[in-house]
């Protein structure tokens, strides 16, 4: 298939639209990363996404909304915790999984009884959904086990040929993808994936404990399985081999020296990864190691974040995966 490239212009997002209408698929930019769009009422187009990015069907996909009007026609319950989740955080990096309607159907949410549900905070992406007149289920625009794209530009890379269309937005400021906060049981929200909206700030909006899915920052092989089914597959590989350093600055800052003159004489390529703060950690890490992939780079020595604070533990979570679980003690 040809791709078509769309800018951000009312004429294009309305073409996108048409797309998604007629059951294609549309990359789009969102706050978080770019998301692979289709109508996600429509089993057909949800099986075109999880083929498009070589994704298992059993990972489900989530659905985003223009208007919070929207959530009555997905969801069977809209407790009134989520709603108030919803009105304090939206639009904004948060989806919020609820009971399902009959109408989403199975393909979308991998088989499940729950709908995850977002309002994204990227006006393109806001007007392409209002425009095509229905929820818009997507997940990242990477190739499955890729890292997530925040840039145009990655989505080119990874789905050129495999989209009907990539709206060449702008580049996404969180970096991170959204935090899935399940309230199937309205009065213990439960973090299933991380991001940059926090437990600490769920629990402070609805004055109630919130608290992070346990198996989250486990490694797969401790056999905790995690309530979001994304959540347990090697996420983030770059091609290189990574390697996490944990530690004060300046020990960590000397490891890694060490490693890299060890690695060069070797004869091996090396790229270090040395973050001072945890947004900045977010908004670069996905790009960083696509562009380390881009150079070819055979070993990628990486500074762990303290996972104390908790924007750092939502970054630190992709980053483990994308070293798969190889971090050393210095
Ligand atoms: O920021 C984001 O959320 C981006 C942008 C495009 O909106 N999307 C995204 O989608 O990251 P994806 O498909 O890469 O990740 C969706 C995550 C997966 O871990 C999936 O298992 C989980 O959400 N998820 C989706 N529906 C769920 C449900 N009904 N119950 C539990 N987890 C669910
Ligand atoms: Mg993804």
């Not at 070589?54 to 959530?71: A, F, K, Q, T, Y």
């Not at 992406?125 to 990655?154: D, F, M, Y």
């Not at 000397?254 to 091996?268: F, M, T």
């Amino acid at each position: 298939m040809k791709t078509l490239y769309l800018t951000t212009s009312e004429e294009d997002l309305l073409k996108g639209a048409e797309i998604i209408k007629n059951g294609g698929l549309v990359a789009f930019p969102t706050e978080t990363v770019y998301g692979l769009g289709g109508n996600a009422l429509d089993g057909q187009s949800s099986r075109k996404i999880y083929a498009a990015k070589g994704r298992p069907s059993d990972n489900p996909l989530i659905v985003h909304i223009s208007d919070m009007s929207e959530i009555e026609g997905l969801a069977a319950e809209f407790p009134e915790n989520a709603r108030k989740l919803g009105e304090a955080i939206w639009p904004g990096p948060l989806t919020i999984v609820l009971p399902k309607k009959p109408v989403v159907p199975d393909e979308t949410t991998g088989g499940l009884g729950t709908v995850a549900i977002r309002l994204p905070a990227n006006s393109a992406a806001q007007k392409l959904i209002a425009n095509s007149g229905v929820p818009i289920a997507a997940p990242s625009a990477n190739l499955s086990g890729r890292p997530s794209p925040t840039l145009w530009e990655h989505v080119k890379h990874d789905l050129d040929g495999k989209a009907d269309a990539i709206i060449m937005g702008e580049p996404c400021m969180g970096g991170i993808e959204s935090t899935v906060c399940d309230f199937t049981d309205p009065q213990h929200p439960l973090v299933l994936r991380p991001g940059l909206i926090t437990p600490e700030r769920i629990s402070e909006i609805l004055g109630i404990p919130c608290e992070y899915d346990p198996a989250i920052l486990s490694k797969p092989e401790e056999g905790l399985v995690p309530r979001a089914p994304g959540m347990k597959y090697k996420h983030y590989a770059p091609n290189a081999q990574m390697v996490l350093y944990s530690g004060s600055p300046e020990d960590v800052k000397k490891a890694i020296l060490e490693e890299e003159e060890a690695l060069k004489k070797e004869g091996k390529t090396v790229g270090t990864i040395i973050y001072e703060d945890g947004k900045q950690a977010a908004r670069n890490l996905f790009s960083d190691l696509r562009a380390l992939d881009e150079q070819g780079i055979d070993v990628i020595l990486a500074s762990a974040l303290d996972p104390q604070d908790p924007v750092n533990y939502s970054v630190m979570n992709r980053m483990l995966k994308a070293a798969g679980y190889n971090i050393k003690e210095v």
